[in-house]
Structures are given as structure tokens and as C-alpha cells.
């Protein structure tokens, strides 16, 4: 047997004829950019999210960037930060959440993680802001591997030291932290549609979700050169727009993420029950410990014979991956650059983590022997 560790032709094959419903509505309009089909996805996960808008953008990655620039307009009246300006967030993420930092023109600041749940620490924000919070501009924190951050401990930091906040949503649309959707907890909220995300297109997309009208406005601005009409622009924009063909089947896929959502909780809660014998394995949090539904982007292990375990699947033909194996602050990007990324303490979680996570195949129409095969493979590396 063969186990990827997402199935997404299979995904895909199940609901064919809707996707390709999907392309002819957009092949007969010939409304290629910002049709219709971009405002309706807006509108459907802003009220799925439950914020008052939604803007689509070309890219997670995008997403943050104009994000940071929008934040940086609200506060300064311009579309990029200064080179003192400080942003809070993981080194134990992927780059696009710490390049787009740089990119707005601000510093990245790293501070340490939990090493069990893989978020960011609020803690050791709290710390971090206790001697620098003049700087500090916002808090970038990411729900990693679809596990939500302690909203609490971040907000109310946030709002104490009066900084912003904005969520990298990127692998946990649908996630909640208690009842609330991720997403909308800060200023803003930033989605990826990369294919194999939670809600994935056939290609790039990203949204941006907010409550605040500025924020809506300016990012709205930003994805289209910088103005509310493209052919005389007051601000230094991007061309950076959500494709109307990538909506239209986002719009079909959007119905199912709660049911594949729940699928992934069941699979997990069979990894969890079936795995949780063997000491040598670090188990994700169990979403009954911490009052969180995390939608399990990736379910991700903590084992000291990492490359060993990978290696057995492997030869098994499991596929597994390592998320992330180099921490952000280790990268040369961050180091000696202009405005270099500040660390601060010593980020052993992070480096530790990246030494032992290990993420298995989760699909949302895994099938039950699948997963009991992946879990007879990791037991037998263990006798
Ligand atoms: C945590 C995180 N942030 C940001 C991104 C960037 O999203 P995109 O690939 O859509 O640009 C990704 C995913 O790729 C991600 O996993």
C-alpha cells in the first residue's frame, strides 16, 4: 500500500463534476479578473470567518505583506514601516510569515515557541515587550500545523502594551480558539488557498479578513496598484488580486472544509488513541486539553529517531515531511541583512522541534486502512 501524505487528485475526483461546473461558469463569463465570482467568495468567508470583510489576494504570502502595508498606512499614513519598527512573531513557521515582515520595511523579532504545542509562546511576548514594547508595532502570531495560538494570552498582551495583531491563518481555515473562528482575533486575518491548504485552489490565493474598514479599504487598494481606480493610483500598490477562476473553485470547495475538517479530527483521534503506547513518540496536542478545534493541517509527531522513523516509512512507501526543519532564525535571509531579524533569548524550542517533528499523512478522505497501515508501519519501527 501506498500512503502520500495528502491525496489531492483523489479530493478532487470526488467532487469533478462541480469543478468543472465551476470552469465553464467562468469559461461562458470571460470575467477573468475580479468577476463576480471573487466578490462571492468574499463574501462567503467573511461570514464563515465572521468578519466584516474579505479581500482576495493573489497569495498567502501577498496576503501578509498587504496586511503589514495596510497596518503601516493606518498608523503612519504610509504603505511601509520604518527600519526601527519591530514585529513579534515564530522563527518555527514558514519564511513567507517573517520575509513579508521585511518586506513592509519592518525587523522581524523571533521569540520562542511551546515546544508541544509548536506555537508562539505569549509568555515570552510578554517578556520581549517588557523592556521593548516602544518599537513594537504588531504580534504576527501562526496557527501552526491548523492548531490555534493562545488567543488569550496574545490579545490580551497585545492590548495591554497597545500593538496590533494580525493572524497567519495560512494552515488553519476553519480553526477555532474556544468558539471564535481563527482569523478574527486581530486587526487582521490571513488566509492562503496554496493548493494543498485546508480550502486549496488550483494554483496561488490568499485572502485578507478583517473587521476594520481601513484595513478592508487599503488592501483593497494595495492588490490593485494602489488605487480605487487602477488608472490614477495614490498609494504604491501591487498587483496582487484573487483569480476569478481560483474562486469559483474555492466557492465549490468551501462547502465541504467543515465535513473534510471533521474527517481529519477523527483521523487524528485515531493516531492519538492508536500511538499514544509508544513512549518514544510526542503526540500533537490533544484538542480535548486546550480549548481549541484545530482542523490538523498536518498532524505532526515529535520523535528522537526522526530521520530513522522517515526513512522506515519511507522505505514502507509512506510519505512523510519535516515541517520545518531549519528554524527561521537560523536562515541566511534574516542574518546580517540591512535591517536584520532580532532573536530574542535563546529559541531552543524552536531549533529542538526542528530536530524531531515529523508530519504523516492526513487526507481528508483517508481511508481506514490507510491509517491503520501508517500506524502498523511506526509501531513495527518501534519493536
Ligand atoms: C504559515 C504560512 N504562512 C504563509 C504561507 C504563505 O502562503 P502562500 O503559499 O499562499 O503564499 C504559508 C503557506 O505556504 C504558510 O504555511
Redesign the pocket.
Known amino acids: 500500500m501506498k500512503v502520500p501524505i495528502l491525496n489531492l487528485k483523489r479530493l478532487h475526483n470526488s467532487i469533478k463534476d462541480e469543478i468543472y461546473e465551476a470552469f465553464d461558469g467562468v469559461f461562458s463569463e470571460q470575467r477573468f479578473i475580479l468577476g463576480k465570482q471573487v466578490k462571492q467568495l468574499e463574501e462567503r468567508v467573511s461570514s464563515y470567518i465572521g468578519t466584516k470583510y474579505a479581500v482576495g489576494i493573489a497569495?498567502?504570502?501577498?496576503?501578509?505583506l498587504l496586511a503589514l502595508k495596510a497596518l503601516s498606512y493606518k498608523i503612519y499614513g504610509r504603505e511601509y514601516f520604518k527600519s526601527e519598527d519591530e514585529i513579534i512573531t515564530t522563527p518555527f513557521?514558514?519564511v513567507?510569515?517573517a520575509d513579508t515582515i521585511l518586506l513592509s520595511g519592518a525587523a522581524p523579532v523571533f521569540v520562542d515557541i511551546d515546544s508541544y504545542t509548536y506555537n508562539i509562546n505569549p509568555e515570552n511576548i510578554r517578556k520581549y515587550l517588557s523592556n521593548n514594547s516602544s518599537k513594537v508595532k504588531a504580534i504576527i502570531p501562526?496557527h501552526?500545523y491548523g492548531q490555534a495560538c493562545n488567543m488569550d494570552g496574545i490579545m490580551q498582551t497585545a492590548k495591554e502594551f497597545g500593538i496590533y495583531v494580525i493572524e497567519?491563518v495560512?494552515?488553519a481555515f476553519g480553526g477555532k480558539w474556544k468558539d471564535k473562528k481563527l482569523g478574527n482575533f486581530g486587526i487582521a486575518g490571513?488566509l492562503?488557498?496554496?493548493p494543498t491548504?485546508g480550502l486549496g485552489s488550483f494554483g496561488?490565493?490568499?485572502m485578507v479578513v478583517t473587521n476594520d474598514k481601513t484595513i478592508a479599504e487599503i488592501v483593497d487598494m494595495l492588490r490593485k496598484h494602489g488605487g480605487k481606480d487602477k488608472y490614477n493610483v495614490s498609494i504604491l500598490g501591487h498587483n496582487s488580486r484573487l483569480d476569478t477562476l481560483q474562486a469559483s473553485i474555492l466557492l465549490k470547495k468551501l462547502k465541504y472544509v467543515e465535513k473534510w475538517n471533521e474527517n481529519k479530527r477523527k483521523i487524528a483521534q485515531v493516531y492519538n488513541t492508536e500511538l499514544s503506547g509508544i513512549n518514544d513518540i510526542i503526540l500533537p496536542v490533544a484538542h480535548n486539553s486546550l480549548p481549541i478545534t484545530p482542523v490538523y493541517h498536518q498532524y505532526t509527531i515529535r520523535v528522537k529517531k526522526r530521520d530513522e522513523l522517515q526513512a522506515y516509512l519511507k522505505k514502507k512507501e509512506i510519505q512523510t515531511i519535516t515541517y520545518y526543519p531549519v528554524s527561521l532564525h537560523k536562515q541566511k535571509l534574516f542574518d546580517g541583512r540591512v535591517n536584520p531579524a532580532r532573536k530574542f533569548g535563546s529559541l531552543k524550542n524552536s531549533e529542538l522541534v526542528t530536530k524531531q517533528v515529523l508530519s504523516l499523512p492526513i487526507d481528508p478522505l483517508q481511508t481506514e486502512e490507510e491509517t491503520t497501515y501508517v500506524v502498523n508501519m511506526i509501531k513495527e519501527f518501534f519493536i
Not at 497569495?59 to 501578509?64: E, R
Request: charged share 15%; net charge negative; glycine share 14%.
Open positions: 497569495s498567502g504570502t501577498d496576503a501578509l513557521t514558514f513567507a510569515t501562526v501552526l497567519d495560512a494552515q490571513c492562503s488557498f496554496f491548504k496561488d490565493g490568499g
